[in-house]
């Protein structure tokens, strides 16, 4: 039972309380400063904004996770006012896993303890992707946190689910920015050389330049005024529409997603999410086409999510396109995943590009690519693997002509202990088309039944979002649109489960 046990420090932002409210200055320094992010701690006037709410919700979560706050709030309160703030404002904290491991180990064992588990899987539980999301609550620069508490709770839904988190470390370039930031002084004083250097030959280049630059000053400026006005409404579309999802008003979602343009300035984790979460539903909903729709647009701004997800999303469009009926375009969505993912090694673009048969230009974009995958397969062949791996090549092999190499594949997929009910439905049709092909009817028709009833178990109540575990809804369906090529191939076993 979540209790309020701190409303914190407020301000009104807007409008007058009463006749005697006094406004709260800039200068002072108040709130606890353990909790305190790093804009509060500058005193500079910066508005202080929700960002600042997710920071402080990133030291709870570290101190959930860790048993203390990330800077020690004894130490913050001994070191004085200007330090206090240095420390904020500049020193990074250590990472969750990092202050676990430097507890000694009665305290070690005390909190490992309070959280129910033993140390050493404590340690491990949090390495990784709760450091991560940790961490990005907690950055200095409030541009690079999660934007909304929605944000961070979806980030951790799928830290629960074991889905890839959108948290990730720092790019190099965002390590030399903080990096000048450090040294500020020797950078300011190299730039105001190299500064000097180039006044000279700016100068003169914007003589040069300058009458023809003023012809288009005005027009541009009216331009990005429009640009702007258009981004921010934009903006303001899917953050409601965030809202509306978060409600599971998913009707009232989609079309308000209708409205939005397609803007760079949509490349957010929340207008990520706001297609994502739409185009599922529609998908669920059998709405193939609008589904499609709405993941094409998501394709175009999906550069915030890691390669991992981004193949899921190319592999949920490929799958509606081709639900859709409209082969040309399923023909050019197949072209742009070969030139956008092709470099992806987990599968994901095999399966993409497969759901129909391919010519011989396309088979010599894709020879490459199964060469690759089938590499690391034939040398794990002795070990555990995961029926992933096997079915994408399987179906390479079908589609080449090659059958036997094909229901061998698809042998040694159902044949591993890791299995997936979606890769192993998917895996029995392709062994029956297979085995039909090289005349072995009777196995055709048993390997077809078994994968028929996966399907219908899985299908028969409706189409839901599934889960890493059995298969997302759009491996069902790419199981169930091989079902329906091997229900017209296979004699005598024709028939549907799922429109």
Not at 136 to 161: H, V
Not at 286 to 297: D, F, P, S, V
Request: hydrophobic share 40%; glycine share 8%; with cysteine.
């Amino acid at each position: 039972m979540p209790k309020v046990i701190d409303f914190g420090i407020a301000k009104a932002t807007a409008g007058r309380l009463t006749d005697s409210t006094l406004c709260t200055a800039v200068e002072p320094f108040l709130g606890t400063p353990a909790y305190m992010s790093p804009e509060q701690a500058e005193l500079t006037g910066l508005d202080v904004d929700t960002r600042s709410d997710i920071y402080s919700l990133g030291v709870l979560l570290y101190e959930l996770l860790t048993g203390r706050t990330p800077f020690d709030r004894h130490l913050l309160l001994r070191s004085g006012l200007d330090e206090m703030r240095r420390t904020l404002r500049e020193k990074e904290p250590p990472l969750p896993s990092i202050m676990i491991t430097s507890l000694d180990r009665t305290e070690l064992t005390s909190t490992a303890r309070q959280r129910r588990v033993e140390p050493p899987k404590l340690i491990s539980e949090i390495q990784g992707d709760l450091d991560w999301i940790v961490m990005k609550a907690l950055e200095k620069d409030r541009n690079r946190r999660y934007e909304t508490a929605n944000g961070l709770a979806m980030d951790i839904q799928r830290y629960l689910n074991c889905e890839p988190v959108l948290a990730r470390p720092p790019g190099q370039l965002y390590r030399l920015q903080k990096m000048m930031r450090r040294n500020r002084l020797i950078f300011v004083a190299g730039g105001a050389v190299a500064l000097t250097l180039l006044l000279g030959l700016g100068l003169s280049t914007w003589l040069f330049f300058g009458e023809r630059a003023a012809r288009f000053r005005e027009t541009a400026a009216r331009e990005r005024e429009a640009h702007l006005r258009m981004e921010a409404e934009d903006r303001a579309r899917i953050a409601q529409v965030v809202i509306y999802v978060s409600q599971k008003k998913f009707a009232d979602a989609d079309r308000l997603l209708q409205q939005v343009g397609s803007s760079s300035s949509l490349a957010t984790l929340d207008g990520v999410s706001a297609y994502r979460s739409v185009g599922q539903w529609l998908a669920i909903h059998g709405r193939w086409q609008a589904a499609a729709e709405r993941y094409l647009a998501l394709l175009k701004i999906d550069h915030v999510d890691g390669p991992n997800l981004a193949t899921l999303d190319y592999q949920a469009c490929g799958i509606l396109l081709a639900k859709a009926g409209d082969p040309q375009q399923y023909a050019n969505f197949r072209q742009m995943a070969l030139t956008n993912i092709a470099t992806v090694p987990n599968g994901g673009i095999l399966k993409i590009c497969l759901l129909f048969p391919v010519d011989a230009r396309q088979t010599d974009q894709l020879k490459p690519i199964a060469d690759r995958e089938e590499l690391p397969l034939r040398l794990a062949m002795a070990n555990p693997i995961c029926d992933w791996k096997t079915m994408p090549a399987a179906l390479w092999r079908y589609r080449r002509g090659d059958f036997r190499q094909a229901a061998e594949w698809c042998q040694l997929g159902l044949s591993q202990k890791i299995k997936y009910p979606a890769c192993t439905a998917a895996l029995h049709v392709i062994r029956a088309m297979a085995n039909y092909q090289e005349g072995n009817t009777n196995e055709a028709g048993s390997e077809l039944m078994q994968g028929r009833q996966l399907i219908a178990a899985k299908l028969q109540g409706g189409l839901d979002s599934g889960k890493a575990g059995e298969g997302y809804w759009h491996d069902w369906l790419f199981a169930d649109f091989l079902l329906q090529e091997a229900n017209a191939l296979v004699d005598g076993l024709d028939g549907t489960v799922q429109d």
